[in-house]
């Protein structure tokens, strides 16, 4: 008979907590992720030195698919009680807006229920009841709002993956989750604030890719309004989209593509003559991503609005660098 107080956390997670989950369907290689590092540390400078604080990692962290984390378990050996490691485990769960939170020590399983409404948002199960995905994965559209059948598909579509180990880093993915989420129920405004640096332009092709496979968004117009912006989009991340996309250049309209890259002085000028984007029906693009959006395209008075405008039935997102503080009396336009 073991002795569970003797065994370390690892053990508890290895002959306990691990077992259990894979018991109620989870898959080991694709749902069931252990001490998964989300942070690299807080980065502290003092004077000339500079150093990182601890990491935040997760016990457990599963996956309906991967990408769409929807329930985290925070393990300790068996001298703590069930619910000791509950908090850490919110405190995660918080950061990386996931609903379901488990804590355990070998016993069972204390269930804290992010999406509860009844009052009943604690319950202890046995190791023999851990949820299964399915039950899992209707907790979490509850939290996300998401009802219909076809919000559920767009939510659900897998990510961009191209065989290597890339993939989002915890705040694109919540970025890219959370407006696919709010597109799949029915938003169609939305501002992306990502510092620079921060990866903007993947989170911008995960989205589209992700709305576009699912076949929610079928044409997609992404402006810039710098020759470096477009060329490096064109050649990085949105290479994948290959044939299906294409650059609008010297004012020459093809409506045979399916992704647009362009320059907002390429769509539009002074005269009417120059505003090809007109070429287009006001109905043709059903999804607009506007990158530095900060710097005029959103604003009520900008020249380029008009293009905007033109194509105001479609979904239109924005992306900046520029902190939401600052900016929530110029982004009349989201």
């Known amino acids: 008979m073991i002795d569970k107080k003797s065994l ?34 807080k980065i502290y400078v003092r004077g000339k030195l500079t150093a990182r604080g601890n990491q935040k990692r997760a016990d457990y962290i599963l996956y309906y698919k991967p990408n769409i984390p929807i329930a985290i378990i925070e393990a300790k050996d068996n001298k703590h009680s069930v619910r000791s490691g509950i908090q850490q485990a919110l405190d995660y769960a918080k950061i990386l807006d996931i609903p379901c939170v488990f804590s355990s020590n070998g016993d069972g399983f204390l269930f804290h229920d992010r999406t509860a409404t009844d009052g009943n948002i604690e319950t202890e199960i046995g190791l023999d009841d851990f949820p299964t995905p399915e039950q899992l994965w209707e907790k979490y559209k509850k939290y996300k709002g998401i ?7 767009i939510a659900s579509q897998d990510y961009y993956f191209d065989g290597t180990s890339r993939k989002p880093r915890y705040y694109q993915q919540i970025a890219v989750n959370r407006t696919v989420e709010a597109i799949a129920n029915g938003q169609n405004r939305i501002i992306l604030v990502m510092a620079t640096g921060t990866g903007k332009t993947y989170t911008a092709f995960q989205i589209i890719h992700r709305l576009w496979k699912s076949g929610a968004k079928k044409r997609i117009l992404f402006l810039a309004d710098r020759n470096a912006l477009i060329d490096q989009t064109r050649r990085g991340d949105f290479k994948h989209f290959k044939d299906k996309m294409t650059v609008v250049k010297h004012r020459q309209i093809d409506k045979s593509y399916e992704i647009y890259l362009a320059l907002y002085q390429g769509l539009s000028g002074t005269d009417e003559d120059a505003n090809v984007y007109k070429e287009f ?20 008075d900008s020249s380029w609005r008009e293009i905007l405008s033109y194509f105001k039935n479609a979904t239109h997102i924005g992306l900046t660098a520029t902190q939401e503080t600052s900016i929530l009396g110029e982004f009349v336009h989201f």
Do not use: M, Y
């Open 147 to 153: 009802i219909t059948p076809t919000a559920e598909k």
């Open 281 to 300: 029906s006001p109905n043709f693009f059903d999804l607009i991503v506007i990158d530095e959006c900060h710097r005029g395209s959103a604003k009520e």
């Open 8 to 41: 370390s956390e690892r053990d508890i997670c290895t002959k306990f907590i691990t077992p259990s989950v894979e018991k109620s369907g989870w898959n080991k290689l694709t749902q069931l992720l252990e001490e998964v590092s989300f942070t690299d540390g």
